[in-house]
């Protein structure tokens, strides 16, 4: 079928060629939600927490976004002073951001001209969640975290990172209390770029170490 | 107190406990492998107590530790360089 005759059915009634309706993802009660449901309204009948309570969180926790993470990574590229705390001291040099980061402790992995860094959980799906987000879905694939330690360098060329092999590739398994953001390289040419117009340029997916940042 | 210190060469216990029920934060493709420890990351509960819901009184201490790719895989096609780290927690290394 051509894309035009495709695009045209599209405005015909035809009773005999009805496309399927999209499937809900919510019209089934597993045992975990089922679970989630009883302990969240056990806790609300007891008055030990309130249904505003668990909305404000639950919103508090969807506003994180990667952009927090790449407003650390722009600061540090201008401010140096910033950088020594950021690598020193991660905790204390992102309060200063607002950010709490609760009682998990974080590590910030500086890329060089002679290491890159990539994150991974192998066990699971650990990730900076306090400043990054959700993590994406591909790093808590199997694949990605079974691969991504026995050949990374594969691994990165298939996110279209190509690194040389003089440089040491570093891979980082968060297998229990820490978490890690890699801190990546200033890109060149963004010399002359002012901190807030190198936020946009820094994604989420060169903090986690599978992409480098370009202008 | 750690019991080991940075620089010192470890090795992963080479134990394989059934399971379930069994929670260990060790990943299968490290134990028996020999590392160096990268740094003491601090003391904590033991999540093979936690997961179950139990507070051992006494906190165990966490290092990085580092291994090179080339000696956990035969076949590995990177750097000689390349290296992992991974987080393990004390009673999961022996000295060499």
Request: contains cysteine; charged residues 30%; aromatic residues 8%.
């Given at each position: 079928?051509?894309?035009?005759?495709d695009?045209?059915h599209?405005?015909?009634?035809?009773?005999?060629?009805e496309?399927?309706?999209?499937?809900?993802?919510?019209?089934?009660?597993?045992?975990?939600?089922?679970?989630e449901?009883?302990?969240?309204?056990?806790?609300?009948?007891?008055?030990?927490?309130?249904a505003?309570?668990?909305?404000?969180?639950?919103?508090?926790?969807?506003?994180?976004?990667?952009a927090n993470?790449?407003?650390?990574?722009?600061?540090?590229?201008?401010?140096?002073e910033?950088?020594?705390?950021?690598?020193?001291?991660?905790?204390?040099?992102?309060?200063e951001?607002?950010?709490?980061?609760?009682?998990?402790?974080?590590?910030?992995?500086?890329?060089?001209?002679?290491?890159?860094?990539v994150?991974?959980?192998t066990?699971?799906?650990?990730?900076?969640?306090?400043?990054?987000?959700?993590?994406?879905?591909?790093?808590?694939s199997?694949e990605?975290?079974?691969?991504?330690?026995?050949?990374?360098?594969?691994?990165l060329?298939?996110f279209?990172?190509?690194?040389?092999?003089?440089?040491?590739v570093?891979?980082h398994?968060?297998?229990?209390?820490?978490?890690y953001?890699?801190?990546?390289?200033r890109?060149?040419?963004?010399?002359?770029?002012?901190?807030?117009?190198?936020?946009?340029l820094?994604?989420?997916?060169?903090?986690?170490?599978v992409?480098e940042?370009?202008v | 107190?750690?019991?080991?210190?940075?620089?010192e060469?470890?090795?992963?216990?080479?134990?394989?406990?059934?399971?379930?029920?069994?929670?260990?934060r060790?990943?299968?493709?490290?134990?028996?492998?020999?590392?160096?420890?990268?740094?003491?990351?601090?003391?904590?509960a033991?999540?093979?107590?936690?997961?179950?819901?139990?507070?051992?009184?006494?906190?165990?201490s966490?290092?990085?530790?580092?291994?090179?790719?080339l000696?956990?895989?035969?076949s590995?096609?990177?750097g000689?360089?390349?290296?992992?780290?991974?987080?393990?927690?004390?009673?999961?290394?022996?000295?060499?």
């Amino acid at each position: 079928m051509t894309e035009t005759s495709d695009h045209e059915h599209l405005h015909q009634y035809d009773p005999g060629h009805e496309h399927p309706l999209q499937a809900d993802q919510d019209d089934s009660i597993t045992y975990f939600k089922a679970m989630e449901a009883a302990v969240r309204n056990l806790l609300i009948e007891k008055k030990l927490i309130t249904a505003e309570q668990i909305r404000e969180k639950i919103e508090q926790m969807d506003a994180r976004v990667p952009a927090n993470g790449a407003k650390i990574i722009a600061k540090s590229w201008v401010d140096l002073e910033f950088k020594r705390k950021l690598l020193a001291n991660p905790r204390k040099a992102i309060e200063e951001f607002g950010h709490d980061i609760g009682p998990l402790h974080l590590i910030v992995l500086e890329n060089t001209e002679k290491v890159h860094n990539v994150v991974v959980c192998t066990l699971c799906s650990c990730y900076p969640r306090w400043i990054l987000g959700l993590p994406p879905d591909w790093y808590k694939s199997r694949e990605y975290r079974s691969r991504v330690v026995r050949e990374p360098r594969e691994v990165l060329q298939e996110f279209g990172t190509n690194i040389s092999l003089d440089r040491e590739v570093r891979v980082h398994d968060s297998t229990a209390d820490m978490r890690y953001l890699v801190l990546p390289m200033r890109p060149k040419g963004s010399e002359g770029m002012t901190e807030d117009e190198l936020v946009p340029l820094i994604g989420r997916d060169a903090m986690i170490g599978v992409t480098e940042v370009k202008v | 107190m750690p019991q080991f210190t940075v620089g010192e060469k470890v090795r992963v216990l080479s134990q394989w406990p059934p399971s379930p029920p069994i929670h260990c934060r060790t990943p299968y493709y490290i134990r028996g492998c020999s590392g160096v420890i990268e740094r003491y990351c601090g003391d904590f509960a033991n999540p093979e107590e936690l997961a179950f819901g139990r507070v051992d009184p006494i906190n165990l201490s966490l290092y990085r530790v580092r291994f090179k790719q080339l000696d956990l895989w035969k076949s590995y096609q990177g750097g000689i360089s390349d290296m992992i780290d991974i987080e393990i927690y004390e009673n999961w290394l022996e000295k060499i």
